[in-house]
């Protein structure tokens, strides 16, 4: 299905007179809010293929109805988000849970939807039907060169796709590890981890990046070969300007300071991008912005003082990306929370004064500094992230449009009830 524009219109236009009367009163307190608007209305969030259906646990799965069933049907379903948020204007394919059997075609379809793609994504976490050689015991790392060299083919496919696609990056994240203290000599898994990702790298096409990720623990529990930014930046660092450290902010340990690695990422021009989802535990894949928003807003005071330091655009230098399952949600819901999560963080951390921060943290003014934030992040800027989605055609409230529109009824009425998404 698609949505029909004077449907979102008429929706805007019953909430215009409070929309309008909120925003003044926000606006009137910021000096450049046109500026703040721009950079809100041209900020989008790519969608993972995999996020479109209904995730599950190695416990179970409890499918929602109207997923998509293909690939088509995937961007159909960012289509409609992009339609309601303006925000989400791309999808990052995952190889091969989604493969582009017909890459013009696929375009064709992206593009009508006012979509491209992001990163592409390889899968040597999971072992496919037919598939040679197992990845039980590893893949870019095996002991075994023959896996080894099996799975640096599988990334070099995966390039080969993005590429009929238009894609920039080539997203890898290992699973690779061990389960106990001995499986593994720490030294020889790191470098052949390193000779693999050389060997994928020289096959990247000039004008692409390639994205390494990292993950402290799960699947395996003991180690992770791939397990922290310090390693994932020592690869990138011995790849070369090319790799770069991708930040997934639920694959770190309780408490680790994000917004910190993420500073000095970006100093050092190694930042790739985000995955962004929340968690209370670990790996939790909750929505963004669901359980700590506070670190959420950090971390993107952080981005953007970092990247205006090196006069980064912010919309395009890095790849932003959602990279949650959702299990209890429909997940088109959740992936329009978690876009706008985003975006008032965003907002957040464009309202910093950041003149009067520079001058607090150079007169150790501790208490100043905390209110500087805090004034920035207790700011309600809901009414300027719905002005940006209003001036782009989008939806003031997406979520409300979503529902109103009835367009998971409209979905399951066209897919039926019982379809399963490929994915987590
Ligand atoms: C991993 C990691 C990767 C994602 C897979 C599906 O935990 O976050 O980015 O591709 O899950
Ligand atoms: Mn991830
Ligand atoms: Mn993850």
Do not use: C
Not at 92 to 105: G, K, Q, R, V
Not at 282 to 296: A, E, H, M
Request: glycine share 8%.
């Amino acid at each position: 299905m698609q949505i029909e524009k004077y449907t979102v219109d008429e929706l805007n236009h019953q909430q215009a007179a409070k929309h309008q009367l909120k925003f003044e009163g926000v606006a009137v307190d910021i000096k450049n809010i046109e500026e703040v608007l721009q950079k809100l209305s041209v900020f989008n969030i790519a969608i993972p293929s995999w996020a479109l259906g209904t995730g599950g646990t190695r416990f179970g799965r409890f499918s929602g109805g109207g997923e998509p069933r293909s690939l088509e049907e995937k961007i159909e379903d960012v289509g409609l988000i992009h339609a309601l948020n303006k925000s989400s204007n791309s999808i990052s394919l995952h190889i091969p849970w989604d493969i582009p059997e017909n890459a013009a075609s696929i375009k064709a379809l992206a593009a009508q939807n006012g979509l491209h793609f992001d990163a592409v994504n390889s899968n040597t976490f999971q072992d496919q039907k037919d598939q040679k050689l197992s990845y039980k015991f590893g893949s870019l790392h095996h002991v075994d060169k023959a896996v080894r060299k099996q799975a640096v083919e599988h990334n070099i496919e995966v390039v080969k796709y993005g590429k009929q696609l238009d894609s920039k990056a080539l997203s890898v994240w290992l699973s690779d590890g061990s389960n106990f203290p001995g499986q593994l000599n720490f030294r020889q898994a790191f470098q052949n981890t390193l000779e693999s990702l050389q060997e994928i790298y020289s096959a990247l096409p000039d004008d692409w990046k390639v994205w390494v990720e990292y993950k402290p623990y799960e699947p395996n529990f003991y180690s992770t070969t791939i397990g922290d930014w310090g390693q994932s930046y020592l690869l990138s660092s011995k790849l070369g300007p090319k790799a770069q450290t991708l930040v997934d902010l639920g694959h770190h340990l309780q408490g680790t300071n994000i917004e910190q690695i993420v500073s000095l990422l970006l100093m050092e021009g190694k930042l790739a991008g985000f995955h962004f989802n929340d968690s209370k535990y670990g790996d939790d894949d909750l929505t963004v912005g669901s359980i700590n928003p506070y670190q959420l807003f950090l971390i993107f005071n952080e981005l953007v003082e970092g990247m205006d330091a090196r006069g980064m655009d912010h919309a395009t230098s890095i790849g932003w990306m959602i990279d949650a399952s959702h299990n209890v949600k429909d997940p088109i819901e959740d992936l329009l929370q978690s876009v706008q999560a985003i975006k008032i963080v965003y907002a957040q951390a464009l309202l910093v004064d950041k003149k009067a921060l520079v001058a607090a943290q150079n007169n150790n003014d501790v208490a100043l500094a905390q209110e500087i934030l805090q004034q920035a992040y207790r700011t309600d800027v809901r009414s300027l992230v719905s002005e940006a989605s209003l001036r782009n055609g989008g939806a003031l409230n997406p979520i409300e449009a979503y529902r109103k529109l009835q367009i998971r009824e409209h979905l399951i009425k066209e897919r039926g009830l019982k379809t399963v998404a490929t994915g987590l």
